[in-house]
């Protein structure tokens, strides 16, 4: 397994901890942890996992302003093994938002810019409803429909959907672009529970880790 795997175990929260074992019982094969962005809801265990693994390196996008071993941006390459994770510009949600696809798997990691019926917030964060609008529709759906969608987050059990899907059945994207926006204005949603101790973490690779329960608020 590889690189695309990590980012994978790490949008499933997966356990810094198991992680660690898998990493240990060479179950994966250490090289790089992607982050899609900087998140406000919980801290990347990227750091964490540096401490413990040896050599491995954190990756995030450039335009984050974020710390890490290798900043990348639009139309660069991760590569693991014989196959690379093709590098998207997906700014909205968070001015660095990043979308890594692999054709040869034709999957896409869209972070918090395309969730499963819905997509991530505008409302901090240098968000923009507009540009998330055009990121996804001139970036993400305008993937082929077969591809599958592994989104950051889905609080009720979901891990995937696919573009077709998300094309046809996303509530907030099967709108024209003035609706879009005017929906996004009126989510009145809770602030993050976590965001005044997250993003400082985050913009740090998640070494300032506080001792507190991270359940996600979205």
């Known amino acids: 397994m590889s690189s695309w795997s990590i980012n994978w175990s790490l949008s499933l929260n997966m356990p810094v901890r198991k992680l660690v074992f898998l990493f240990e019982k060479k179950i994966i094969k250490k090289k790089n942890l992607v982050n899609t962005h900087v998140h406000a809801d ?3 265990g990227s750091g964490r996992l540096k401490q413990f693994v040896p050599n491995i390196k954190s990756i995030i996008s450039e335009a984050s302003k974020a710390k890490a071993d290798i900043h990348i941006k639009e139309g660069e390459k991760i590569q693991f093994g014989n196959e690379f994770l093709h590098v998207l510009a997906t700014p909205g949600h968070t001015n660095g938002c990043l979308t890594y696809v ?6 896409a990691f869209t972070g918090d810019a395309l969730l499963i019926r819905g997509c991530g917030r505008t409302d901090f964060q240098q968000g923009s409803s507009e540009t998330l609008y055009d ?10 429909d077969e591809y599958s969608v592994f989104p950051g987050h889905d609080y009720v059990g979901r891990t ?5 899907e998300e094309k046809r059945f996303n509530p907030r994207l099967t709108q024209k672009k003035a609706e879009f926006v005017e929906t996004m204005k009126n989510l ?19 070494i300032q880790e506080p001792d507190v329960d991270k359940k996600s608020e979205n």
């Open 102 to 107: 692999s054709h040869t798997a034709k999957i």
């Open 42 to 44: 919980h801290i990347t």
């Open 135 to 144: 990121s996804i529709h001139n970036k993400i759906l305008a993937l082929p």
């Open 160 to 164: 995937s959907s696919s573009i077709g």
């Open 188 to 206: 009145n949603l809770v602030y993050p529970r976590l965001m005044d101790v997250a993003v400082p973490a985050n913009m740090v690779c998640g």
